[in-house]
């Protein structure tokens, strides 16, 4: 096996671990009724973000070595393609889903009740919808990366 080779194995385990637990972690939040479910759902995707975060760490750095080595791909549409989309996956997590989730966090835990807080769900629709998006980008990019379409 050479070292491409090994990278090319790293970066497919890496989305795999990396990626997968993405696609769950809005689906954990939406399957809550009650304010103790939906405090523990959030510490669950904590969890899984540290793996999705790790991932897409590993991700990014095999992706761009094996660029580095074969800087032909820097003039393939795909790998290009890819990169942009991944880099603007990338921002809507400072850009905009933590600006919301610094407004959920202190509405959970000051909470008092059984019941989630009202104001609680216009805030989640609009993390749903950006994470959605996300992870249709991220979809897109697998399909680049397998197909090599140009």
């Avoid at 497919?12 to 939040?29: D, E, Q, R």
């Avoid at 393939?76 to 991944?86: A, E, I, Q, R």
């Avoid at 989630?116 to 897109?140: D, Q, S």
Wanted: net charge positive.
């Amino acid at each position: 096996m050479t070292f491409y080779q090994l990278l090319v194995l790293i970066h497919v385990i890496s989305a795999i671990l990396g990626l997968g637990p993405g696609f769950i972690m809005t689906y954990i939040l939406t399957k809550t009724d009650k304010i103790a479910e939906l405090r523990h759902s959030y510490q669950l995707r904590g969890r899984l973000h540290l793996i999705v975060m790790s991932g897409g760490i590993i991700l990014l750095v095999t992706g761009l070595s094996m660029g580095a080595i074969n800087p032909y791909l820097f003039r393939t549409g795909w790998y290009v393609l890819s990169l942009v989309l991944y880099f603007v996956a990338l921002a809507f997590g400072p850009l905009l889903l933590s600006p919301l989730t610094k407004k959920i966090r202190p509405m959970l835990a000051a909470h008092d009740g059984e019941d989630i807080p009202e104001g609680y769900w216009p805030l989640a629709k609009k993390v749903y919808l950006y994470e959605n998006i996300i992870n249709g980008i991220f979809v897109v990019i697998i399909v680049l990366m397998m197909l090599k379409p140009f």
